[in-house]
Each structure stands twice: as C-alpha cells, then as structure tokens.
C-alpha cells in the first residue's frame, strides 16, 4: 500500500518545524541580520530537511 505509515504525523512536526526556519531565515534577511548567523539557520534547515528525507528513504526501503 502507498502513502505514509503511523509516522506521518511525527513528518508533519518535523516539516511544519522546518517551515518555522525557514520563516526565520526570510525574518533575518529582512532584518538585514549578519551573513554568518543567516549561514548557521541555513545550514540547520538544510539538516532539518535531510533528516526528513533520509527518515522517508528509509521507511520506504523497508517496504
């Protein structure tokens, strides 16, 4: 069967928290915020979206 199993609800945290980053990331860019803190964010949302990545990967290897 298709779809996503009983952690779908943990993606949705997990996504809807990357959201809230990125939102940061636009509030800190507006700020005009110093380049090496809007790096740091960047790279923490870029890890955020990789561990939901790789966390998807592997729940649909196991299929």
């Known amino acids: 069967m298709h779809g996503y199993t009983a952690d779908k609800d943990a993606v949705l945290t997990r996504l809807r928290r990357v959201e809230g980053q990125v939102r940061g990331l636009q509030r800190m860019v507006e700020n005009d915020e110093y380049c090496i803190d809007v790096l740091t964010q960047i790279a ?7 561990a939901v990545s790789l966390g998807l990967l592997d729940e649909h290897l196991k299929h």
Not at 44 to 50: D, I, R
């Open 44 to 50: 923490a949302a870029t890890k955020a979206l990789q």
